[in-house]
């Protein structure tokens, strides 16, 4: 038997830089993702700026060239909760407020920051005697999607339920169409429930010509859903309600989370989220879902705090904000609080919910806070955190991830072979080139038996 080690995707945390600490003056409180294109990162801030009412900037993926390129005003939108989108030449975003009514805008602008334009106003809402309605939504929190010749979107309250909307529009700022209402909530007693979820917080994901996406309220607990509908309007299905939470007597638990804040990440026919409260620790939740509703999966749920004081501690992470980025099949998401300062947490599982790490723990100097999903590209995962840095503005950050290390030792004819991440997998292939598949069973250390057949290992994930 030959034995070759190849380590073939990232694993655990080796280097961390903090790129940028907003000052105020040139941002502060990135709450949104990030955009990357080409060798170029693209976010927003929600305050901080000429105005103090959020800007769009930009910088390079080694932390240099930063620039602030654009400020919003009020009137033309302020308090971005979410990144940029690429649609053409152009980046697309939300603001949560600002604009003509005060209720929020959809924005176009050039790379350089010339070409502002507001391509959409959120109309006024009226109280209704229970909640604010009005024909279109107001407070976009979430990002858009692009799908064709149309953006896609989420308004966290408002329209005919007063509990927000899904909308689309022309890339040109015409054609607004709302797809979906969601319905107004009742109160049982304990919470806020109704039939299809409430308050969208966070924006959509696309799979063929259907959008999945999660509310943080509503539904039949009032905990919140995940959803999906088609891209005209059509469809609109509940595939999850999230269960009642009871109090264990330290924290508010159930077998499932509660309250999903991010969007959603999508592989094939499955879905996988977060949650910011309940689960089994009651500090949140990592979540599987198929696309057609069956087979929920709690595949992580975050532990208690260790301390009885601010700011509380753990060893993983607690409330995770942020989405989920995926890389082969495995999950990387940002914890807001919680971890060895309190300040959150950067984590990687599986998707079939093994091997869970954390990957690093924020101090609150680097960074703290993060509420937005990570980039991963070339072994490093890139963020923006809404608190901490020199100036508790907030930071950009870069994470570089090393690999794991694969050993084969010969002892007598067996060949031992260990490696120092549960995360991984071990896997054979007959030739160098492939086809490479795991070897079942097999954790550090695995014992192979030596024969007259050549076998070829690697760890992968």
């Known amino acids: 038997m030959v034995a070759i080690l190849v380590a073939t995707i990232p694993a655990n945390a080796s280097n961390f830089t903090n790129f940028h600490n907003f000052s105020g003056s040139d941002g502060a409180k990135s709450r949104g993702g990030l955009l990357l294109y080409g060798n170029t990162l693209f976010g927003t801030t929600t305050y901080g700026g000429v105005g103090g ?6 910088i390079n993926t080694n932390g240099l060239g930063f620039t602030n390129f654009f400020s919003f005003s009020g009137s033309n939108g302020a308090a971005a909760q979410a990144g940029v989108i690429l649609s053409g030449n152009n980046l697309y975003g939300t603001t949560a407020i600002g604009g003509s009514s005060d209720n929020g805008t959809v924005f176009k602008v050039n790379f350089d920051g010339t070409g502002f334009t507001n391509i959409y106003n959120f109309t006024a809402a009226t109280f209704s005697g229970s909640f604010y309605t009005n024909r279109d939504g107001a407070n976009p929190y979430a990002g858009l999607v692009s799908f064709g010749s149309a953006l896609y979107g989420t308004t966290y309250s408002a329209g005919s339920g007063g509990q927000g909307t899904v909308f689309k529009l022309n890339a040109d700022g015409t054609g607004f169409t709302n797809l979906y209402n969601f319905t107004a909530t009742a109160y049982n007693g304990s919470s806020y429930t109704n039939g299809d979820g409430a308050r969208p917080y966070a924006g959509l994901v696309l799979s063929g010509n259907t959008f999945y996406g999660t509310t943080y309220s509503g539904g039949n607990s009032g905990n919140g859903t995940v959803f999906k509908i088609n891209a005209d309007g059509t469809g609109f299905t509940n595939l999850h309600h999230f269960t009642a939470v009871s109090f264990d007597g330290s924290y508010f638990t159930n077998g499932d989370g509660a309250s999903p804040q991010s969007g959603l ?11 910011i ?14 696309t057609d509703g069956s087979g929920f999966t709690n595949i992580y749920s975050f532990t208690g705090f260790t301390n009885g004081s601010f ?5 993983d992470g607690a409330n995770p904000f942020s989405g989920l980025t995926l890389a082969g099949n495995t999950l990387y998401g940002t914890a807001y609080y919680g971890g060895t300062a309190g300040s959150g947490t950067i984590f990687r599982v599986q998707t079939d919910g093994t091997g869970f790490a954390n990957l690093y723990n924020f101090s609150g100097s680097d960074g703290a806070n993060v509420n937005g999903p990570l980039i991963f590209n070339s072994n490093i995962l890139f963020g923006a955190s809404v608190n901490g840095g020199i100036n508790n503005a907030g930071t950009v950050f870069a994470l570089s991830l090393s690999v794991p290390v694969l050993t084969i030792q010969l002892v007598g004819n067996f060949a031992i072979l260990s490696w ?9 292939a007959p030739a160098v080139t492939g086809v490479y598949t795991n070897v079942p069973g097999a954790v550090s250390p695995h014992t192979n038996v030596v024969n007259s057949s050549e076998k070829f290992f690697r760890v992968s994930n």
């Open 311 to 315: 700011p509380f501690i753990n060893t």
């Open 265 to 275: 990440a999508v592989s094939g026919l499955a879905l996988f989220g977060t949650t």
């Open 277 to 290: 409260n309940g689960g089994m620790g009651g500090n949140g939740a990592v979540f599987r879902v198929n």
């Open 53 to 58: 009412s959020g800007t769009i900037f930009k």
């Open 420 to 428: 120092d991440d549960s995360g991984f997998h071990l896997q054979a």
